[in-house]
């Protein structure tokens, strides 16, 4: 009787242990799906952004919905992976699409300079608002859409 009862026992704790493991399981999945398809945080720092984004960094929110429908238009604040640093995750403004004329100040510290250039097709231009400090397409040049991983909605 006591090793049927202790048996019996060790079954409901293993039952037990079983559900609140798969219940863990599955909100991992959920998150996972959520950050990966949704919207995802991200720390956003550095003086590149500045006046939009804190130097000390600001936790912002990202949808990813709009740039798998190409819903990215110029003026938002994007996510984008680094086409010099493909680990980073730069946040930077969209000032132009395929097939439109960007004009930009070439080196802002030493001169008044401006080039203008064609955004190729399936890229976009981006710049970050502090034009003194910041590493861009005026320095890296049009980036892949592809490379966009989602628009900043929340600060």
């Given at each position: 009787?006591?090793?049927?009862?202790?048996?019996s026992l060790f079954v409901t704790f293993a039952k037990e242990g079983f559900e609140k493991s798969l219940l863990v399981g599955k909100f991992f999945c959920c998150l996972h799906v959520v950050n990966t398809y949704v919207c995802t945080p991200a720390l956003a720092y550095g003086p590149s952004m500045l006046?939009?984004?804190?130097?000390?960094?600001?936790?912002?929110?990202?949808?990813?919905?709009?740039?798998?429908?190409?819903?990215?238009?110029?003026?938002?604040?994007?996510?984008?992976?680094?086409?010099?640093?493909?680990?980073?995750?730069?946040?930077?403004?969209?000032?132009?699409?395929?097939?439109?004329?960007?004009?930009?100040?070439?080196?802002?510290?030493?001169s008044d300079k401006f080039e203008t250039v064609v955004v190729p097709q399936g890229h976009v231009w981006i710049e970050g608002d502090n034009i003194y400090e910041s590493n861009d397409s005026r320095k890296f040049g049009a980036v892949p859409y592809g490379l966009i991983e989602g628009r900043v909605f929340l600060r």
């Open positions: 009787m006591g090793v049927r009862n202790q048996l006046p939009t984004i804190n130097l000390t960094g600001d936790l912002v929110l990202a949808e990813r919905i709009s740039t798998r429908f190409n819903k990215v238009c110029p003026g938002d604040v994007v996510l984008v992976r680094s086409p010099v640093v493909p680990r980073r995750i730069v946040t930077k403004r969209v000032i132009g699409m395929e097939g439109d004329r960007v004009s930009y100040v070439a080196d802002p510290k030493s």
